[in-house]
């Protein structure tokens, strides 16, 4: 929720010492935030490429296992050939267009940036705002700029900590990103 990065890289090395795997399960960062080796891996195609369904990506022992055991599998059908295409096609801009898979954490941290806070670790940017009240207002006040922030309250976050989530993709540009922080300054939302 709050685009920070786990500690994928000491928990492997716990795991290690203690005989375990590491699962990890990343919604947004496919492609686009760098990732620790872990020994299951899964995550969605619907948010990083666009597309939907998911995957898991481990040893050919534990993918057979998962083929045998995982009602959630067995009881499925297979996804449609258009979703499997739209999948591979993002797959390959992943592959071929290093600059566009930058780009999402650099708009973030342009954003980060113009609101004077740390860098960004990810696309992901909470501005925390404290009570529901206050984060409707907002995304309120940047909708009537033309701008779109979603107001994520309880229960889906703790209470108290009611915040607008912005999730930055390849495709925003520079003006919008700074005219968001501008007036969350300005109304004095940062």
Same mark, same amino acid.
Not at 41 to 51: D, F, P
Not at 63 to 84: C, D, H, Q, Y
């Given at each position: 929720?709050?685009?920070?990065? +786990?500690?994928?890289?000491?928990?492997?090395?716990?795991?290690?010492?203690?005989?375990?795997?590491?699962?990890?399960?990343?919604?947004?960062?496919?492609?686009?935030?760098?990732?620790?080796?872990?020994?299951?891996?899964?995550?969605?195609?619907?948010?990083?490429? +666009?597309?939907?369904?998911?995957?898991?990506?481990?040893?050919?022992?534990?993918?057979?296992?998962?083929?045998?055991?995982?009602?959630?599998?067995?009881?499925?059908?297979?996804?449609?050939?258009?979703?499997?295409?739209?999948?591979?096609?993002?797959?390959?801009?992943?592959?071929?267009?290093?600059?566009? /898979?930058? /780009? @999402?954490?650099?708009?973030?941290?342009?954003?980060?940036?113009?609101?004077?806070?740390?860098?960004?670790?990810?696309?992901?940017?909470?501005?925390?705002?404290?009570?529901?009240? /206050?984060?409707?207002?907002?995304?309120?006040?940047?909708?009537?700029?033309?701008?779109?922030?979603?107001?994520?309250?309880?229960?889906?976050?703790?209470?108290?900590?009611?915040?607008? /989530?912005?999730?930055?993709?390849?495709?925003?540009?520079?003006? @919008?990103?700074?005219?968001?922080?501008?007036?969350?300054?300005?109304?004095?939302?940062?």
């Amino acid at each position: 929720m709050d685009g920070d990065l +786990g500690p994928v890289a000491a928990l492997g090395a716990l795991a290690r010492e203690h005989d375990a795997w590491l699962l990890t399960d990343d919604a947004h960062g496919l492609g686009v935030v760098p990732s620790a080796p872990a020994e299951v891996q899964m995550g969605t195609l619907s948010k990083a490429l +666009g597309s939907s369904g998911g995957y898991v990506a481990a040893a050919a022992e534990v993918i057979a296992w998962l083929e045998n055991r995982a009602k959630s599998l067995m009881f499925t059908t297979g996804l449609p050939p258009s979703t499997v295409a739209a999948a591979a096609a993002a797959l390959r801009v992943l592959r071929d267009e290093p600059e566009r /898979r930058a /780009r @999402p954490v650099e708009n973030a941290r342009l954003f980060t940036a113009a609101l004077g806070r740390p860098p960004a670790q990810s696309p992901i940017v909470p501005v925390l705002l404290g009570e529901p009240e /206050r984060a409707l207002a907002a995304s309120a006040m940047l909708e009537e700029h033309g701008l779109l922030a979603v107001a994520i309250r309880p229960p889906s976050v703790p209470p108290g900590t009611a915040r607008l /989530r912005f999730a930055f993709s390849a495709e925003h540009e520079s003006e @919008p990103i700074e005219r968001a922080a501008a007036l969350l300054k300005r109304h004095g939302y940062s």
